[in-house]
């Protein structure tokens, strides 16, 4: 990584103005196609407030962004706690110098220790595909249902790729997944 960049860790609940404008800012960038991301930072789920954003800096400058989102999901196996990954992101400026890098780890090491997580759980593209799975996230073959409020579960976008991270000894169950609300 290049010098001079430091990730640090935010709760959403201690968002200052300023910082909830840099990170728009940074999205609106890294997401150019993403309306929601002109006006907002999330999409489908509103964060809660001790959801994490792993963020590295370049002294006063936002050089990526990553969003964890504390859900419980429902599987064949009994309730899961996950961290789910989203909004991962660096400034065109900063890319490949392993910003979002570092706040990956960052979220993954947090995920470790926390006791109230055992898998991390994220939706990507085939284009970034690799770029979790060199950081030890893996494949998943389940069925994903969402749930939005006033709606039936409905499954998520079929051509999703969904990645998982072991964050302790439970092992990642077999059959469909109730993710207990929206995407994020
Ligand atoms: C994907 C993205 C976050 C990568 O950010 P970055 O700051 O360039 O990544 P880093 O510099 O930390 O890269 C770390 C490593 O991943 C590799 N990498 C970066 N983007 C990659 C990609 N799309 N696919 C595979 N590997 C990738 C880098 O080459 C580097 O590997 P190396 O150290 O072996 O050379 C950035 O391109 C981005 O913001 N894209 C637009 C938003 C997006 O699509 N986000 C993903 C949402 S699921």
């Known amino acids: 990584m290049a010098g001079g960049i430091e990730v640090r860790c935010v709760e959403e609940r201690d968002f200052t103005d300023l910082l909830d404008r840099q990170v728009i800012a940074l999205q609106r960038v890294a997401f150019p196609q993403e309306e929601h991301f002109k006006m907002k930072r999330w999409v489908h789920t509103l964060p809660l407030p001790h959801d994490r ?5 370049a002294g006063h400058e936002l050089a990526a962004s990553v969003w964890l989102h504390h859900r419980t999901i429902h599987t064949p196996a009994g ?3 996950v961290g789910g990954i989203a909004n991962v992101c660096s400034d065109p400026a900063w890319r490949g110098e392993g910003a979002a890098r570092a706040c990956m780890r960052a979220a993954m090491d947090y995920m470790d220790a926390s006791p109230d997580i055992d ?3 994220l939706f990507c593209g085939a ?7 060199a950081l030890g996230w893996r494949d998943t073959t389940n069925r ?3 749930r939005i409020p006033g709606h039936d579960a409905a499954p998520i976008h079929e051509n999703a ?11 990642w169950p077999d059959g469909d997944i109730d993710l207990n609300g929206p995407e994020w």
Do not use: H, S
């Not at 954003?53 to 800096?57: I, K, L, V």
């Not at 284009?127 to 799975?133: L, Q």
């Open 144 to 146: 994903y249902l969402a």
């Open 53 to 57: 954003w792993f963020q590295a800096w």
């Open 161 to 171: 790729i969904v990645l998982r991270y072991d964050a302790g000894p439970t092992p």
């Open 119 to 121: 898998f991390g759980l």
């Open 127 to 133: 284009g970034v595909r690799r770029f979790y799975e």
């Open 79 to 81: 309730p899961c706690r």
